[in-house]
């Protein structure tokens, strides 16, 4: 697949039209829609680096494909072993973005030089290195790797908000667990992450009272974080001498990037256009993955159902966890079921027209986790299927 800028972004019956002969389920990528956001993130990040967030995608061409694009390089894996997995398929660069204690996983990456020196682990927590230590001592393996993560999260009196990662807060505390690291035979501290998810994760969009609020809590968190991390980056590079400092998601490019200390910025879920994208007003990605489902009974004259559809989104349970109907317009689940494991029954002025047989198009609320559920995408360019790609499961590979 060579990606290509300045396609027009077909609508769905052009993709429905591509796709006719195919079965549900099925998952298509409108490859135009990639490519402008894809385009859309490297104009929002202003000449900074954009390391891939690789859970976010789960699809090994897309990831390879989008690295060979200008303005991305490198990739923020979620798990050692699919870190693993991704060297030995060639990928270089490789951060794991959350601790592991794969003691497996650890002895690999300890025993294999290559491995050794393309891969970084995340460090929170003198533990961690402990259990590195515990799986194979630093006489008996390869120098390992290690980036620190900084706690992101906005905290100001009773309002906090951000995820809930790192116990490292304060320039004194990231100091100190870099000097136990560069003090500890057998790690090298080689960079920083922080993610600001109360920035990049949370839709901002409208005019009612909680978009105002949250809109002045990033505000206000933004402001507060380019001071903290700057103050935490130089703190740590006193220490050490840092490759790298990451930071942001899709949702955050234009402040991260503003902060000198930063050096690459994160991304991933902004290539595709989840569900939960609609609700962010600063940026607006274009809808680049569907699954497809099918009308398969007709339980009343007002409702049709689907086969399955219950492809459910992580987080917080609500409404904005269920997949977005994207087509036919019209639609709406049924309080009582929602979206079902088996079945998933609609209703809504469109739903008395739909025939057993009719497809569903919908988008998942969060970019990645539909790989979970099918092998393969099916790439629509120009009006036809131009390639099939596997996903990990389609691969044989499941991380998480």
């Known amino acids: 697949m060579t990606i290509r ?5 077909p609508g769905i019956a052009d993709l429905r039209a591509a796709t006719a002969d195919l079965d549900p389920p099925f998952g298509v990528l409108d490859r135009a829609a ?40 490198g990739l923020l894996c979620y798990t050692l072993p699919e870190a693993l997995w991704l060297y030995g398929k060639d990928f270089r660069d490789l951060v794991v973005g959350y601790p592991s204690v794969h ?5 690999q990456l300890a025993a294999d030089e290559g491995a050794a020196a393309a891969v970084t682990l995340m460090i929170d927590d003198a533990a961690q290195l402990d259990l590195i230590d515990a799986v194979l001592p630093p006489a008996r393996r390869n120098v390992i790797r290690v980036c620190i993560e900084l706690d992101a999260g906005f905290r100001k009196g009773p309002i906090k908000a951000g995820a809930l990662r790192s116990p490292v807060r304060t320039p004194d505390a990231a100091q100190a667990l870099a000097r136990l690291i560069a003090a500890r035979p057998g790690f090298r501290l080689v960079g920083m992450m922080a993610y600001e998810g109360q920035i990049a994760g949370v839709g901002n969009a409208g005019r009612g009272l909680r978009p105002r609020l949250v809109r002045a809590m990033q505000h206000r968190s933004a402001a507060e974080l380019l001071e903290r ?3 935490v980056v130089a ?18 490019l234009e402040t991260t990037t503003a902060e000198d200390a930063v050096t690459e910025l994160a991304a991933g879920s902004g290539l595709v256009g989840p569900g939960l994208f609609d609700h962010y007003g600063a940026f607006h990605p274009h809808p680049a993955m569907y699954f497809v489902m099918s009308v398969v009974r007709r339980p009343s004259r007002s409702v049709a159902t689907m086969l399955g559809g219950g492809w459910v989104a992580s987080g917080p349970v609500g409404a904005d966890r269920l997949p977005v109907i994207a087509d036919p317009p019209g639609l709406e689940y049924v309080d009582l079921e929602g979206a079902g494991e088996v079945q998933t029954p609609l209703r809504g002025r469109r739903a008395r027209n739909l025939a057993v047989g009719e497809q569903i198009w919908l988008r998942h609320a969060k970019a990645g986790e539909p790989a979970e559920h099918l092998n393969e995408f099916h790439l629509v360019e120009d009006g036809r299927i131009t390639d099939v790609l596997p996903t990990y499961r389609g691969e044989g590979q499941v991380f998480l």
């Open 34 to 73: 990639l490519d402008w956001n894809a385009d859309d993130l490297r104009r929002r990040a202003a000449g900074k680096p954009i390391r891939i967030a690789s859970k976010s995608i789960r699809i090994r061409q897309v990831l390879a494909d989008t690295l060979a694009r200008p303005g991305f390089a």
């Open 103 to 107: 003691r497996a996983g650890i002895a």
């Open 235 to 252: 703190a740590v590079r006193g220490v050490a001498d840092l490759e790298f400092v990451n930071g942001g998601g899709t949702g955050s």
């Open 5 to 9: 800028a300045g396609a027009a972004i």
């Open 229 to 231: 991390r700057a103050l």
